[in-house]
Structure formats: C-alpha cells, structure tokens
C-alpha cells in the first residue's frame, strides 16, 4: 500500500480524467429524474391525491430536459457520458444522438398529455394500486432505451419498461385484463429473451457491447468472418416481435383494449414504437451489411405488416382493438423504411414513427372523451351523436383520423411521401403500392369510424336525419382536464404537417448519423482518444519517470505479498 | 468442457421450445424458465470456461499471459439471472390468477379478451 501512496496510480491509463461537463449529465438526468420521481410517488402512497399532481410536474421536468437535450444534439451532434468515466468501450455509454434525443422528447411528450388526461381517469384505488410508479417507471425504460449506447444496456432498460407496463396493464385486475396480460406477458418476454440471446452471440463474435464500437468493428471485418446474418436475423425477430409486426403480432390486438384506456394509449403512442427504436439502431447502425441481405425479407415483412393492419382496421367492432391493428400498420410503414434503407427512407421511417406516436396516443385519449361521453361505449354499431355532443371533439377527432391514414395537411403526410419516393428510387414499387393501398384501406376503416361515431345521429337503427337520445355533458373541470392533452397533441400534429421542416431536419441528421457514423463514432471515442495522445506525450516527454514507474510496480507487489 | 455444454444449451432451448408450444400456461411458464437458463448457459460459455487459471494481470503487463475466463459475461448473466427469476415469479403468480378468474389453463380457452363470437362491424357508411 506504500508504493501506491509514493507513485500514484495512472488513472489515465483506464478512466477519463476530466470530469464530464455539467451540460453533459442532461444524458442521465432523465433516468435520474424518472426513477427518483417514482419512488417518492410511492413515498406518498396514502395521500392519492397528490400522486397526480407529482408526476405531471415530474414529467414536465422531463419534456424540459429532453427537450435541452434535443437542443444540445442538434446543434453540436451526438453527445456521450460513459458511466463511472472508464475508458469506453469498457464502460457503459449512454449516447444521444438526433434520432434518441428526437424519441425521448416526443415519448415525453406524450406521457405528459396522458398523465394530465389520467388526473381524471384513475380512481384513488388505481392511485393506491401504483399507477402513477409505474408511469415514471415505464418512462425511465423508454427513455432510457432511447438515449443508451451500450446494446445490453438498452436490453435492461427494455426490461424495465416491460415489468412496469406489467404493472399497468393488470391495475384493476379485471378477468379482461388478465387474460390480455397473460399473452402480452408471455409473448413480450421471449422476445426481450431473444433479445438476449442475439446480444450474446454477439458478444461471443465481436466481444464488445458498445454500440459505436460494434458498428466501427462490423464495418471493418471481413466478409464470413461470423455468422452476422444470423445475428441480424435473432435481431430482427425480437424487435418485430416487440414492435408487433406482421407474423409475431398477436399479442398486441390480444391485449391493447383490455386496459384502461390511459394505459391503452401510452402502450399505444410508446412500447411498439421502443421495439422499433431499437430495430433501426441495430439494423441501421450496427448491422447494415446484414440489413441489406435481409432488406427482401424485411420489405415483405412490412408490406404485410401494413396490409394486416389496416384489414383487420377494417373488420373490427369495438374501436378500442381497431385502433390496436392502425398501430400494428404504422410498424409496417417504419419497417419500410428499414427494408430500403437509403437515408431518406430512414429520415420517413423516423418522421413516421414520431407521427405514430403522437396520432396512437391522441386517438386513444380521443376515444376515451367519447366514452365518457356515451357512457363507455366503444362498439361501432352503438356509437353515434358525437357531434352535436361535441363539435370540437369531432374535429379533433377528423384531423386525427387524416393524420393517422397519412392525409396532408398533418403530420402522417411527409413520411409516408417520402417512404414511397425512396421506395420508387430503390425500384421497390410494390412496396410503394402496398405504403398507399393500406393508406387507402385504412382511411376506409377510420373514415366509417368517424362517420359511425360523429356524423350519425345515434346507434345503428337511428332513422336517417334523426337524432338519438343525446349524449353526456361533461362537467367544466373534467372538460378542461381531457380536452387539453389531446388538443394540444392535435395541435402538434398540424404543425408537423404544416411546417414540417424543423422535425424533418432533426430526423434527417439522425438518419444520417445512422448510415455514416462518423460522428457517432467520435462522440463515443474522441475524448478517450485525445486523453491518449495526451498521456503518449507526456510519457514521450519524461521518459525516466515512466520507466521508473515500470520498475516501481513489481517493487510495490512484493511488499504487498510480505 | 465448452463443447459439452453447449450440447446441453442445445438442449435446453430444444426443451423449452418444446414447452412453449404448449397450450398449457403452467407449461408455456415452465419454457420461458428454461430458456432463461438456456441464454444465461449461453452467455456463460461465450466466456470461456477456466475453472484453473484466475483472471489476474500479472504486475507490469497490459494483459493476462494466457487465456481466462473473461468476467463479463458473467456479469451480465448475473443482471440476467435476477431479471429471469422476477419475471418467472410475476409470471407465476399471474398464471394462478388467470386460473382463478378464467376457470382454465387452457390459453385456446382464454377468450375473454378475444371473444370468438364477436359481432362484425356495420357495413352501413
């Protein structure tokens, strides 16, 4: 122990010396934020009323700081923290580029309306139950998946965010929902262990778990070095199973309706959309020579993805599971942009996936006024009236449906354009024509469900012309409560579609730093490497002291085996 | 000694495949618990196996002088290992619920949420 107190230990050697810049812990306050928000929520438990109140706050913090986050990205490029400050790839990354940062805002953005919206939907039994925990935690996995850059990292935070949508999914405990969390659990759990397994065998042939050193690494090897299909194609499975395309898609229309409908929509607007998160980023950033041996299997994926979805949009009675299969069809059009992989095809499937998030929530909630308005009704032959009860719902609810079927002005309109130009560049023109075929379908599908619910007088038997018996008023501060998130995620959406340029240039830097991650790479590396030369110098410089260094070692050992 | 075992992850995952094509929860549970032992084996053997040789630098290297185990898969294992055992006992426990509410274990039974006469949607506007 003496030797070490007269020659100090080289911490340069395997730690970052300078302290992270204070503008850098941005990357890990929402974790921070998010996990300790939950505890004390739970600290509280007896005074329900609060619970609310505190995660609406907790989550407003969170939109600031992603949003600082966001700020900081676009301007100066991906930012990384490496956790305990060693050397990456040895420490944990987390790593924030456009495409994380650009997620992790608009998730956040999203929780914060469907909190505001739950102030009125859960009872002080849910309360007691742990609605408003399991929120920030389910919150504290999204974002965490969406800001990591350590691949078994994102695999825990996945693991986080499935055991409090667990959690979400069964409060109330009704027969419904145990039997739709019976398959969502089981489901969703072998495909987080699929997860696993990928990332094992890809820790076997690479023996790294950074991602900026995976893709570095992956981009040098050569040709049958290891198995890469193979993993890209585990990859590929678990990810689609989490985000529910096409063949591994039955636990989503299972249990996505059994839920309260606050848990529906931020199950809707964020968990599929964090499976294909992560299938971009390994597909994309990690894997994209296995992306584009795959990109047939994965274009026929999506076409039929999107066609499911918007057919079984088509045949479904209760609303509730027809807006499950419009999620299921919104995986489709991401997963096109994957299948043709050029950067503006990943600039549509990132700006879609914000869109899906935004309209899924939206639509969810929307529904949700209606059926408090009706008296929970969520049957297509039994709704009817919503207009003259609320115009302004109805509205709401139109701009929603154009935006979800990908009709200008809104925000669904961009990507899709431009997920069938890069499909028609790339000579996938059925591709293209399944993209506008399933927007065709599914404006069928949401327009009678309009037509049903707003324009109809009453229920199926109303005489034409005629109106029902009319639907509930509600209360003013009930109004207030439910009106505002879903208007001013309505609002959001029109001015993506009308002045799409700011989101659209954010998604296009992320795209690019998934095709070319140059700067990806440095963010990761450049520190460490600039502390390396430094040292090198330093030591080219004072050569004695090194070597005596060198020498003092084994001088030090000995004592300490005295 | 890794040959050997990754016969037995062979058989493990060929095991728990085989349960999960079960249409009896209690099964489809008992699958998912294999598995996770299977990747956690998985995992372990991409490491290495050394029992012997300890994983320690000799003063003044960079690296060890032969191969060893390398620690960080079991560490991950170890993050693995405790997420697998919360998730089999949450599942556990929802599956005796599932029996109590639904009177079954049956999943092709479970209709509850999908119910199998569901009325089609209006062909009106």
């Known amino acids: 122990m003496a030797g070490n107190a007269e020659h100090a230990v080289d911490f340069a050697a395997g730690m970052l010396v300078a302290p992270t810049a204070l503008a850098d812990w941005l990357i890990i306050a929402p974790s921070i934020l998010t996990i300790m928000g939950g505890a004390s929520i739970l600290m509280v438990r007896e005074r329900a009323k609060l619970h609310g109140y505190m995660a609406c706050t907790y989550l407003t913090l969170l939109v600031i700081i992603d949003l600082l986050l966001l700020r900081r990205v676009s301007l100066e490029g991906p930012i990384t923290m490496t956790m305990g400050r060693w050397l990456p790839p040895f420490g944990i990354s987390l790593t924030v580029d456009a495409f994380g940062a650009l997620m992790a805002t608009i998730a956040a953005i999203v929780a914060l309306a469907v909190c505001v919206y739950s102030l009125v939907d859960i009872t002080v039994a849910g309360r007691r139950f742990g609605f408003y925990p399991f929120l920030m935690l389910l919150m504290t996995g999204v974002t965490g998946s969406f800001l990591t850059g350590d691949i078994f990292n994102m695999y825990v935070w996945f693991e986080v965010m499935l055991i409090s949508s667990f959690g979400l999914l069964i409060l109330g405990g009704e027969r419904i929902q145990i039997d739709g969390a019976m398959k969502y659990a089981i489901l969703n759990l072998m495909a987080t262990t699929l997860f696993l397994i990928a990332t094992g065998f890809l820790y076997g042939a690479i023996g790294s778990l950074n991602m900026a050193d995976i893709a570095v690494t992956l981009r040098k090897m050569p040709k049958g070095e290891a198995p890469m299909a193979t993993i890209a194609a585990l990859y590929f499975l678990a990810f689609a199973m989490k985000a529910a395309a096409f063949p591994v898609n039955f636990w989503l229309p299972a249990s996505y309706h059994t839920p309260k409908i606050v848990v529906s929509a931020i199950f809707a607007g964020l968990l599929t959309k964090v499976g294909v998160y992560a299938l971009i980023r390994t597909m994309v950033l990690l894997m994209p020579e296995s992306r584009a041996m795959l990109s047939d299997i994965i274009a026929w994926v999506a076409a039929l993805t999107m066609l499911l979805g918007a057919l079984g949009a088509l045949a479904q009675n209760d609303v509730r599971r027809l807006f499950g299969y419009l999620v299921i069809g919104g995986i489709g059009s991401v997963l096109v942009g994957v299948a043709v992989g050029t950067e503006n095809a990943i600039t549509g499937a990132i700006l879609y996936a914000v869109n899906s998030i935004l309209v899924m929530t939206a639509l969810y909630l929307a529904l949700g006024i209606l059926m408090r308005m009706n008296g929970g009704k969520y049957n297509l032959a039994e709704l009817g009236g919503g207009y003259k009860a609320s115009s302004w719902l109805s509205i709401l609810f139109l701009v929603l449906t154009f935006a979800a079927c990908g009709l200008p002005p809104f925000s669904g309109f961009w990507p899709k354009f431009m997920l069938v130009e890069a499909s028609l560049k790339e000579n996938y023109g059925w591709l293209a024509m399944a993209v506008l075929v399933s927007g065709f379908i599914t404006t069928v599908a949401m327009g009678r469900v309009w037509a049903h619910a707003f324009w109809r007088g009453g229920p199926i038997g109303t005489e034409d012309g005629k109106e029902a018996a009319p639907l509930y008023q509600l209360a003013g501060s009930v109004r207030a409560r439910v009106f505002a998130p879903v208007s001013v995620l309505v609002l959001l959406i029109t001015a993506i579609g009308v002045f799409p340029l700011p989101v659209v240039s954010i998604a296009q830097s992320g795209a690019t730093t998934l095709i070319n991650p140059d700067r990806y790479v440095e963010a990761v590396f450049g520190a460490a490497r600039a502390q390396q030369e430094m040292r090198a110098k330093e030591h080219g410089s004072t050569e004695p002291g090194g070597d005596h260094g060198e020498q003092a070692e084994p001088a030090a050992h000995k004592e300490g085996t005295h | ?125």
Do not use: H
Not at chain 2, 42 to 48: A, S, T
Not at chain 2, 54 to 72: E, K, Q, R, W, Y
């Open chain 2, 1 to 125: 000694m890794e040959n050997m075992l990754s016969i037995l992850v062979g058989i493990f995952f060929a095991v728990s495949v085989y349960l999960m094509m079960s249409r009896y929860t209690i099964r489809i549970i008992l699958g998912i618990a294999v598995l996770g032992n299977a990747v956690n084996l998985l995992i372990f053997v991409c490491g290495r196996l050394m029992r012997e040789v300890p994983p320690i630098i000799a003063p003044g290297a960079s690296v060890p002088d032969g191969p060893t185990a390398n620690p960080l898969p079991q560490a991950l294992i170890l993050t693995a290992i405790v997420i697998s055992f919360s998730f089999l006992a949450f599942l556990l426990v929802l599956a005796y619920r599932a029996y109590q509410e639904l009177g079954t274990d049956d999943t092709v039974q479970m209709r509850v949420a999908e119910p199998a006469d569901e009325a089609l949607p209006p062909v009106s506007y």
